[in-house]
């Protein structure tokens, strides 16, 4: 499945088995348990689902079935900044696939894809639902709006540093 | 809790909502009675706190220790509506409408007006509350709120979205206690039926009689569901009922649980809501605590719970059936109706589902009766309708108005017109599975059936409006691109049919189209329409029939004279410096990352349209608008 070494700590695998342990029994269990599981990891390892897989007594395949239908959940490590850019209807009528070339362009990888560095992934998104802000950009949780191409660099750069 | 209990308090509480419900001066003569000199109301829904309402309310409480006021009750609140505007602040009792408020500007609002004997700051309100004489008009009668009728929203951006108290207060759970107490089933069923209330989420499925066919079917236990998988990109209606009004959710739910028999909920919310996520959870917390979810709810014997799923991005969730599949933990694919869900839903038991904004028109019903609810709309789609308002457009917000309200009153009574002198061209509703609503249907009563009669649909009520610079063909392959990449995959129509739509509008905005693709966009069509596994393949082909439709010239100068309109399509186009602006400032060709500009320094610039890649940054770094396409 993945390519990338797992590399989980000690402290994560107590949190994943807690957190299967609160949703065992419960009815469709799978579904909050990889959230949490990616809220842990960051992603889901190919490790991390064989262990779910096991614990909740469901077939692999299930688990990697629905770990790769859904967009939000990721099978690979995403950057240390997550940068999204919304591209739902009220944003892209305000320009926001100028945004997201600004950004592209700026961090020189294409949408989808993590810096070599691993310090940004970008992404996109189906609305937020900050449409009044529109045209917007999400870097961890943080929404910039009113944006022009011009604004992406300054934004960039607030997170380059660290 | 006991019905008693829920009466004693919605009464201590009744005043302090009311303040922000009457005129002025009925106002300010209840207001102290209520405990609080003044009450200063800042929206905590997603659209301000993106622009930082928080730091307003942080920045209020520290101005209040400074300055030693004690009297001024902070009130966070659900979305106002209007959006375009946040951060959104109100004073009652004067009804004082501020607008894009910054940290700054609320000290301002603090020292001058908040404090004792302070006055409105003029020059911070919403600039249309404001006479040309100095006085202020109340938001009320600003046209943006003048023309709306708010029934699913009315506690939105009035009560305190974290409190079960003030909900109380604002009527919240006198329904459920009707119902419970004063209803049967039965009765509970034919006042929905007769109100005519249909379906929010799409379809316009009439609820009363979606419950009644769930109460009627075999097999126990029975579930309810709420749809806030609000996957209509640009609609946020359900999102905002949720932030701004958990509980009216809540207790609708409850009321169909006690209806059709069921003792146990799911609401299946989006993962990108976090702030609607968070509030539904502190809700059922609080809900737990009173007594109005649980066991014996109110002391009536009757038992109901909710649990909350989170969805994980995938649109085709907001079907029915592939919803149930992924609350039960499976991929989230449709499967073929019937059984219907009435008989056969989640973990195959007999399920109502209905959609967050249905779910906030319940209470209302059973509270004032299905006359007053079947008096508001039109002949078949009655009450009120929620619209998520984008685009080429002043006030981007969220509205709501009677059935039958003219386009044109959304958008230029409501909306106030289109930015930048441009014209209207067109009004998207429905998303991805409607159409578009060209300029000569702008007097057209907005409602369930005369949306379908032009080709379009209601849907959850997104509306984009797009002016003379959106290309229609560049509009139909967005939402292509959309539901292509949104398809589960599971019926043959829908995998491939999108996939080979959105081929051939990428080859007509890329100028190799040729006559034949238009017939060949319908042939595809028709067999989406016909074949397709869900709503999601069979609605597809929607937004580009209708923009053939209305906008048939579009696709003809596209394909004949490999023209863009608009000036959107890339390939149609090419990017030129105009000499006379140019002032040879060198910005230009530093900033192409295809090296395509050359020119010496203050001399005028020139650009190879064959090495450009058109990726616009030229025009974006041009400070003297030299740069122009065509």
């Given amino acids: 499945m993945s390519q990338n070494p797992f ?44 262990i779910i897989a096991e614990e909740l007594n469901i077939p692999l395949a299930e688990v990697y079935g629905v770990a790769t239908f859904y967009s939000q959940f990721s099978l690979t490590p995403k950057g240390k900044h997550k940068v999204s850019i919304c591209l739902g209807t009220a944003c892209y009528v305000k320009g926001s696939d100028k945004i997201l070339e600004a950004v592209e362009h700026e961090l020189r990888v294409r949408c989808g894809e993590c810096t070599p560095d691993k310090k940004f992934s970008i992404e996109s998104c189906r609305c937020v639902g900050a449409c009044g802000l529109a045209p917007v950009m999400i870097v961890d949780g943080e929404v910039y709006g009113r944006l022009t191409p011009r604004d992406v660099k300054g934004i960039l750069d607030k997170y380059m540093q660290d | 809790m006991t019905v ?108 001058k007006h908040l404090v004792k004997g302070g006055e409105i700051v003029k020059e911070l309100l919403y600039a249309e509350t404001v006479h040309d004489d100095g006085s202020v008009i109340p938001f009320s009668e600003i046209p943006f709120y003048k023309h709306q009728m708010r029934v699913a929203l009315r506690n939105c951006g009035v009560i305190a979205a974290e409190s079960i108290e003030e909900a109380i207060g604002a009527g919240d759970y006198s329904a459920l206690a009707r119902a419970l107490f004063e209803m049967t089933p039965d009765g509970v069923i034919e006042e929905i039926q007769k109100s005519g209330l249909r379906g929010r989420g799409g379809a316009g499925f009439p609820t009363g009689t979606k419950w009644k ?64 996520v968070e ?147 067109a009004a998207q509703t429905g998303g991805p599975s409607g159409g578009c609503i060209p300029a000569k249907h702008i007097d057209i009563g907005m409602d369930f059936d005369n949306l379908v009669a032009i080709g379009s649909m209601m849907g959850s009520g997104g509306l984009i409006v797009m002016d003379e610079d959106t290309c229609m063909v560049d509009i139909a392959k967005f939402y292509l691109e959309f ?57 597809a082909p929607n937004p580009v029939l209708s923009a053939m439709e209305h906008f048939g010239e579009e696709y003809t100068a596209h394909i004949y004279e490999k023209k863009c309109p608009a000036g959107v399509c890339k390939s149609l186009l090419n990017y030129y410096i105009e000499p006379d602006k140019c002032r040879g400032c060198t910005l230009c060709a530093r900033n192409c990352p295809a090296n395509a500009i050359s020119g010496a320094v203050k001399s005028v610039h020139e650009i190879d349209t064959a090495k450009c890649i058109k990726c616009g940054q030229c025009i974006a770094h041009c400070k003297f608008s030299a740069i122009v396409k065509k």
């Fill in chain 1, 7 to 50: 590399e989980g700590t000690k402290e994560q695998m107590a949190e994943l088995l807690a957190c299967i342990e609160a949703n065992r029994g419960e009815k469709g269990a799978l579904m909050p348990v990889l959230h949490e599981a990616q809220n842990i990891y960051g992603y889901l390892p190919a490790e991390v689902q064989t």
């Fill in chain 2, 483 to 539: 539901t292509a990449d949104e398809s589960c995959g599971k019926c043959t129509p829908c995998r491939i049919g999108t996939k080979r739509l959105l081929e051939t509008l990428d080859k007509i905005c890329s100028g190799k189209g040729e006559p034949a693709d238009l017939e060949k966009i319908k042939d595809i069509a028709e067999h989406m329409k016909s074949s397709s596994l869900c709503a999601l393949g069979q609605s």
């Fill in chain 2, 279 to 425: 509030r539904l959870n502190m809700a059922i917390e609080q809900a737990r605590k009173y007594g109005l979810l649980g066991k014996d709810i109110l002391g009536s014997g009757f038992d109901f719970d909710i649990h909350v799923r989170l969805g994980a991005g995938a649109f085709v969730c907001g079907e029915e059936t592939a919803l149930m599949a992924s609350i039960e933990g499976h991929r989230g694919e449709p499967r073929p109706r019937p059984p219907f869900s009435a008989q056969c839903g989640l973990f195959k038991k007999p399920t109502v589902l209905n959609n967050v904004e249905t779910w906030a028109n319940i209470a209302p019903i059973i509270l004032n009766g299905y006359h007053w609810f079947s008096s508001i709309g039109t002949e078949r789609s009655k009450g009120t309708k929620v619209f998520a308002v984008g685009g080429k457009i002043h006030n981007v917000g969220l509205v709501e108005v009677p059935m039958g309200t003219t386009l044109r009153t959304i958008v230029y009574d409501i909306g106030g017109g289109i930015p930048d002198g441009k014209a209207f061209k």
């Fill in chain 2, 4 to 111: 008693e209990q829920l009466k004693k308090l919605a009464a201590e509480k009744a005043e302090l909502i009311n303040v922000r419900r009457i005129v002025r001066e009925q106002a300010e003569k209840l207001a102290p009675r209520t405990g609080y000199r003044k009450q200063v109301l800042v929206c905590g829904g997603t659209g301000c706190t993106s622009s930082h309402s928080l730091q307003v309310i942080e920045q209020l409480e520290k101005s209040f220790e400074e300055l030693g006021i004690n009297d001024v009750l902070i009130v966070k609140t659900g979305c106002f509506g209007l959006c375009a505007l946040g951060p959104i602040m109100i004073v009652y009792p004067e009804g004082a409408f501020y607008s894009q408020m910054t940290p700054e500007h609320a000290k301002t609002v603090a020292e």
């Fill in chain 2, 213 to 276: 066919f769930t109460r009627m079917a075999q097999g126990e236990p029975k579930y309810v569901c709420c749809n806030a998988d609000e996957g209509d990109p640009g609609a946020f209606m359900d999102r905002s009922v949720l932030e701004g009004d958990p509980h009216c959710v809540l207790e609708a739910m409850a009321i169909a649980g006690y209806a059709v028999g069921a003792k146990e909920g799911y609401i299946y919310v989006r993962a990108e809501y976090p702030i609607a």
